[in-house]
């Protein structure tokens, strides 16, 4: 699996520091709200079970998987609700805990999704952003790194279902995914 990456993009070590960071500011931001984090299955749950522990104030957590509809791997940005979140979210303060923010189709949509539901607030969190794959414009209130444009792996994301439990981000081989 190692041999599998060309660099490694950010450390175990950065990454701890930097969602207890996050953790911290959402603690302050939050403090007189009804916070439910709502994890995007999977990519996101490394990032989540962290965030979670970093957070000092009280707030619930939940789960969705989408899938964006669209052939092969280009996104379309329709998103399809695999699993939802269990409670009505109306009077609860969202925020959105997402592994990394590529074009934006994805996010869009959803928040298009959410916002619908009448949530006391909706904001998104999201541990990565590769602005020079942007398409839509997403608002986001956390971010932790700000990657190039490149493919990459571990701390729950993946390639064809791997490297999710790689303990850093790493920069995947091109031979690999070619
Ligand atoms: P988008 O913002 O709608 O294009 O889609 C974002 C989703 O694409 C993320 O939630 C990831 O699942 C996936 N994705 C985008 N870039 C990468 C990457 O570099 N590695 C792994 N997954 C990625
Ligand atoms: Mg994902």
């Given at each position: 699996m190692i041999n599998d990456i060309e660099r490694v993009l950010v450390t175990e070590e950065e990454l701890d520091k930097k969602v207890k960071e996050i953790g911290k500011k959402i603690s302050e931001d939050y403090k007189d709200k009804n916070l439910l984090l709502v994890s995007i299955l999977k990519g996101s749950v490394a990032f989540m079970a962290d965030l979670m522990r970093a957070i000092t104030v009280p707030c619930q957590i939940d789960f969705m998987s989408v899938s964006s509809y669209g052939?092969?791997?280009?996104?379309?940005?329709v998103v399809k609700i695999i699993k939802d979140i269990d409670?009505?979210?109306?009077?609860y303060d969202i925020l959105i805990v997402e592994d990394i923010l590529d074009s934006g189709l994805t996010l869009s949509h959803l928040m298009e999704i959410l916002k619908a539901r009448k949530a006391k607030s909706i904001k998104i969190c999201t541990l990565?952003?590769?602005?020079?794959?942007?398409k839509v414009h997403v608002d986001v209130s956390y971010e932790g790194f700000v990657i190039p444009d490149e493919f990459v792996v571990g701390y729950g994301l993946d390639f064809d279902e791997k490297y999710?439990?790689?303990?850093y981000i790493g920069v995947l081989k091109p031979e690999i995914y070619n």
């Open positions: 052939s092969g791997a280009k996104t379309s940005g409670v009505e979210i109306e009077g990565l952003s590769k602005p020079d794959r942007r999710r439990n790689l303990p």
